[in-house]
């Protein structure tokens, strides 16, 4: 009676043991093809990876959710933080949520990678006149005119189209 009771107790375990050794096994094979992962995101190189931050970034903006869009920025920038465009939508993001303080050291970071865009030097002003620094506003608005006079016109037209004439 006895040697049965360990050749039942025996064949439990062993069964456990195979049931387990079949989970981890899956596992394995789930882990190896990528259908399990079990890091956040994993998309593969430094570009993809800020491809998708910047993205999810701009997704963010557009849906007016300016902290989320911070954090996505500082992903991208964690990832390559030689980034201009990151840099630039983190501060738009600060501008947006009304810190204005925040968003000021990030635009110029992109300023200095990338000093040839004019939507960075139009974004420069914009901090610059919310912080009252309306001498620095007029000189970046200038630098922003001379690279894209109509991009640069666009946007100051867009900000006056309310009280232009032949509005309704």
């Known amino acids: 009676m006895l ?9 439990r375990l062993t069964r456990k043991w195979h049931i387990l050794k079949k989970f981890a096994f899956l596992f ?11 890091q956040a995101v994993d998309i593969g190189n430094n570009e993809s990876q800020i491809g998708y931050y910047i993205r999810q970034a701009a997704r963010a903006i557009e849906e007016q959710q300016f902290i989320e869009s911070v954090i996505f ?3 991208a920038i964690k990832v390559d933080s030689l ?11 600060y501008y947006c949520c009304g ?8 635009i110029k970071t ?10 960075y ?13 309306y001498w620095e506003a007029w000189r970046d608005f200038r630098r922003a005119r001379k690279l ?7 946007a100051i037209t867009s900000v006056f189209s309310p009280i232009l004439p032949g509005k309704k």
């Open 148 to 154: 894209d006079p109509l991009m640069t016109t666009l």
């Open 99 to 106: 810190t204005p303080a925040k968003a000021l050291p990030d």
């Open 3 to 11: 040697e049965s009771a360990t050749f039942l107790g025996n064949h």
């Open 83 to 93: 980034h201009a465009d990151a840099w630039y939508l983190r501060s738009y993001s």
């Open 121 to 133: 030097w139009l974004l420069k002003a914009k901090i610059n006149y919310a912080m009252h620094n």
């Open 28 to 38: 394995f094979v789930l882990q190896f093809t990528g259908i399990f992962q079990l």
């Open 110 to 119: 992109a300023i200095s990678i990338n000093d040839e865009n004019a939507s």
């Open 73 to 75: 920025c500082s992903y």
